[in-house]
């Protein structure tokens, strides 16, 4: 594991905001075949596979933006249709990454706090999350919505961190958990700091400016527990 210059700094964790593309779940499968679809459907060339999965995790339509160069009236057509073959076909696709599911049940066991912090719109996160049985980790599952006007990775921390206040979280020291540099900028946004997961998609560049680095979830557990404010006698009974 590799730390860095905390820009913010680790410091004891009361809860955690988890990404979900590339750091609970490997959606790159459906992501991709859907964002094809989009382009295919408003006649925009389909770039090749390196291309297409640099839309996995960023908002969906800045990508339709800036890797395809897309108009703005063409982006938010390709979006639409990108929103419908996602929910009819691509969802599916995705599955746990491998780790994911005795971590969460570890954090949950500790009794930290945890949370979903995600670009993905909102229905299909808690949609994904209760499929593969995750949901009972999370206090929240926040994302992205048009009709509230949540469209970066600020914006959905900024909700997610209002939903946990009212639910009585302490929000004083979250850390976010995610795998691509607008994870880190969006929570650099509240003063958060980021732990970047290297199993995701993004590329190490991203994560100059993460507060650590981990490669697996066994060793993302292994930090969070100790940086946690929970007795030690809980820390040395992981694995």
């Not at 295919?40 to 640099?54: H, N, Q």
């Not at 339709?64 to 929103?83: C, N, W």
């Not at 199993?199 to 993302?220: M, R």
């Amino acid at each position: 594991m590799t730390l860095h210059q905390a820009r913010p700094p680790l410091n004891e964790i009361s809860c955690i905001l988890f990404d979900m593309d590339g750091t609970l779940l490997d959606s790159a499968p459906g992501v991709t075949a859907s964002a094809a679809q989009a382009l295919a459907a408003v006649g925009a060339p389909v770039p090749p596979m390196d291309e297409l999965r640099r839309f996995v995790g960023p908002p969906m339509i800045e990508s339709f933006r800036t890797v395809s160069g897309l108009d703005e009236e063409t982006a938010q057509k390709a979006l639409q249709h990108y929103r419908k073959a996602y929910a009819d076909h691509g969802a599916e696709k995705s599955r746990p990454y491998e780790g994911i599911i005795g971590l969460l049940n570890h954090l949950h066991s500790a009794g930290i706090p945890m949370a979903v912090a995600t670009s993905k719109v909102e229905d299909q996160a808690t949609r994904l999350a209760q499929r593969f049985g995750i949901e009972g980790s999370f206090i929240n599952v926040c994302g992205a919505s048009d009709s509230e006007g949540r469209a970066n990775k600020a914006d959905v921390i900024a909700e997610l961190l209002l939903r946990l206040q009212s639910e009585g979280i302490d929000i004083s020291s979250p850390a976010m958990v995610g795998d691509r540099s607008y994870d880190v900028a969006g929570a650099a946004a509240h003063g958060i700091p980021t732990i970047f997961a290297l199993w995701g998609y993004g590329k190490d560049e991203e994560a100059s400016e993460a507060a650590a680095v981990v490669p697996s979830p066994e060793a993302l557990l292994t930090l969070i527990l100790d940086n946690s404010p929970r007795p030690s006698a809980q820390n040395d009974n992981h694995p």
